[in-house]
Nanobody, 126 residues
Framework: QALLVESGGGVVQPGGSLTLSCAAS????????LGWFQKAPGLEREGISC????????YYRGSVKGRFTITRDDTKNTVTLHMKNLKPDDTGVYYC???????????????????WGQGTQVTVSS
């Protein structure tokens, strides 16, 4: 059974940093794109950043470019989102997801995913 488990959420002040991690099991993440999605309060779930397997082509939503970095380690079946200079608009539940047969952009923009994690809460507040 495919399982994605997120960790690393919490409360942070504006301008602070957080690192989210996601551990995949029950399937070989090497054959999947991996990504992070945000469900902000009152809004629909949106793609933040997605990364392909192999050379690791990445996609970032415009609002996080230069602040967030996505990485993956296929030897450990993990994907990580490094977040810095956090803003109140970054608040929300962050979900890890896996998908196939998409580009990182299409996976993120159109939420073309196969598996979802349960999410971890990120709150940016002073």
């Amino acid at each position: 059974q495919a399982l994605l488990v997120e960790s690393g959420g919490g409360v942070v002040q504006p301008g602070g940093s957080l690192t989210l991690s996601c551990a995949a099991s029950g399937f070989s993440s090497t054959n999947y794109l991996l990504g992070w999605f945000q469900k902000a309060p009152g809004l629909e779930r949106e793609g933040i950043s997605c990364i392909s397997g192999g050379v690791g082509v990445t996609y970032y939503r415009g609002s996080v470019k230069g602040r967030f970095t996505i990485t993956r380690d296929d030897t450990k079946n993990t994907v990580t989102l490094h977040m810095k200079n956090l803003k109140p608009d970054d608040t929300g539940v962050y979900y890890c997801a896996a998908g196939q047969f998409e580009t990182p952009e299409s996976m993120c923009v159109f939420l073309k995913t196969k598996f979802w994690g349960q999410g971890t809460q990120v709150t940016v507040s002073s």
